[in-house]
């Protein structure tokens, strides 16, 4: 019970913000990377600044030097200007368009306003101009480093930002005493120092700026072109995407995340037993491999329709004609992988796609089979965990809950007896406060009957199909995917959904998203490992 407690499925937000060291995959993100480049530059600034102030708080206390003197005015409006470099990019209404004016402005201000600060303490002690060359090196080194840019506009932006320091030098009165340098020639170790900040500000601009221009370039190589990101999970990413050669739409998932070498060659192998499959309502797997940093990938084809559980949450239940002709499909499906001995164990409404293609309107895909187990052949081969519990609790048989070791076929049929349920009905068989209250009520309750829950009324026959499907004990379920659809076709409404019904539907509802079966990313492509593709034969 533990182990389906862990894989209780929790709500994931995709929009988390990139890591520091990430390189963006698509235009959004990009965007945000800059945003939170940005932001991350004012904090520093902000927080380089804090920590001055307190030091002058520190000597104040000490009575080593008032901590409100000339020129601190100046110290505080770069501190603003640096709170504000880090708050407003932060806030969606800033357009994008903004955020190189923000930066140019903002790096300028606060380099003038800590120039004419270090000049006001110029004029009132010795070396005390130092402080405005030291502040003015600390951002623009910052910014340097944090902010991607190009080596060109970090020369300009340098700069520009130690003319003001320049002007201060010729315009502070002499001391021959600290100074020995008559008029002019004065200012030259400040034009010195100036001009080795702005290179090496530009040199590590163009170093990091370089090395993710690199990082881009290298996902440019290979078959698949990464277009469009339209899924994410815990185990991956999902693109939409084009072949080298082919240019045929595709879905590309990435598996990512936690997981280990064991987990990655299993992944391999049920792929590879997946794309054996070529039923008509089976996604069609088109390659797989890995990419030269390990990752594992497939390409498989791309649909355009919706999920039936977003079907449900869009239009709500449905007529129990469509549903029995949904259903027959995915049996279909079931029926050429239980004969080649595959089981999907998490058939559920997230994972059969309505679909209309080549002409054919509610055309069913029944998707990912990562989650698939070999029950035939030589167990040796075999890299499923047959004791782990997978699947979706809302839908999961009771012996995936009990005995995840000796699921069978039939266990596949309890969770199309539950979508067809689900659908019919608009809720799940059973809920819950918890998924062991869930798991609970797979083993021990009775299904409440269809004709207490959905409207319009549900014909007998089905009802009677489905509640077959759910039985407790493998053995009372239709003996197999063939068998079910037979009794299906036998129900009083199986042919009442005709193709002009279809049609129809799809004509109404035409606006609909690209389902995820794998949606905005920059065009990058998939480097493909060919020592390693494909890995090991199968048999």
Request: hydrophobic letters at 45%.
């Amino acid at each position: 019970m533990k182990q389906v407690a862990e894989r209780w499925p929790a709500r994931v937000s995709t929009r988390s913000a990139p890591s520091l060291g990430d390189v963006p995959r698509d235009p959004a993100a990009r965007e945000s990377f800059a945003r939170g480049r940005l932001a991350l530059f004012g904090k520093t600034v902000f927080w380089i600044a804090v920590t001055f102030l307190g030091l002058s708080l520190f000597l104040h206390v000490a009575r080593v030097m008032p901590f409100w003197r000339p020129g601190m005015g100046w110290h505080l409006l770069a501190t603003g200007i640096a709170l504000t470099m880090w708050r407003l990019p932060l806030r969606p209404t800033l357009p994008a368009s903004m955020l190189m004016a923000l930066d140019t402005v903002g790096t300028l201000g606060m380099c003038v306003s800590l120039a004419i600060m270090g000049h006001r303490y110029g004029e009132q002690q010795p070396w005390g101009a130092f402080a405005g060359i030291f502040a003015v090196f600390h951002v623009t080194m910052a910014r340097a480093i944090i902010v991607p840019s190009t080596p060109l506009r970090t020369l300009l932006i340098t700069g520009e930002s130690f003319v003001g320091l320049l002007i201060s030098q010729l315009l502070l009165p002499r001391s021959p005493a600290m100074d020995p340098l008559p008029g002019w020639l004065a200012v030259i170790p400040s034009l010195t120092w100036s001009a080795t900040v702005t290179a090496l500000a530009t040199l590590a601009s163009k170093v990091i700026y370089g090395l993710q221009e690199r990082v881009f370039e290298a996902r440019r190589l290979g078959q698949y072109t990464l277009e469009e990101k339209i899924g994410a999970g815990g185990m991956g990413e999902v693109y939409r995407a084009s072949h080298a050669m082919l240019r045929r739409p595709t879905a590309v998932k990435l598996i990512s995340g936690e997981v280990d070498e064991e987990q990655l060659r299993r992944f391999e192998r049920e792929v590879q037993l997946t794309a054996r499959l070529n039923h008509p309502n089976t996604i069609s797997i088109y390659d797989y491999g890995r990419t030269p940093d390990g990752t594992f990938y497939y390409a498989m084809e791309l649909l355009g329709g919706l999920t039936l559980e977003q079907l449900v949450q869009r239009h709500g239940p449905q007529p129990p004609r469509r549903v029995i002709h949904i259903l027959q499909q995915v049996c279909g499906a079931l029926r050429e992988a239980h004969d080649a001995g595959l089981l999907h164990r998490d058939i559920k409404p997230a994972n059969a796609i309505l679909c209309n293609r080549g002409g054919l309107f509610d055309l069913v895909k029944v998707l990912d089979f990562g989650l698939v187990k070999q029950v035939t052949g030589d167990a040796r081969v075999s890299l499923s965990n047959a004791e782990a519990i997978v699947g979706t609790p809302l839908f999961m048989s009771p012996e995936e809950i009990s005995t995840p070791g000796a699921v069978g076929a039939h266990s596949d049929l309890y969770s199309l007896g539950a979508v067809g349920y689900f659908l019919l009905c608009g809720e799940p068989v059973f809920t819950g406060s918890n998924v062991i209250e869930v798991c609970g009520h797979h083993l021990h309750t009775p299904p409440p009957p269809l004709s207490e829950r959905a409207a319009p009324t549900v014909p007998g026959d089905l009802e009677r199909v489905l509640l077959d499907c759910l039985a407790k004990a493998p053995d009372a379920r239709p003996a197999s995917a063939q068998a079910l659809a037979e009794r299906l076709r036998g129900c009083t409404d199986a042919s009442a959904w005709s193709e002009q019904d279809a049609r129809a539907w799809w004509r109404t509802h035409a606006a609909l998203p690209i389902a995820p079966n794998g949606g905005s990313a920059d065009s990058r492509v998939l480097s493909v490992d060919l020592a390693t593709r494909g890995g090991q034969a199968l048999p």
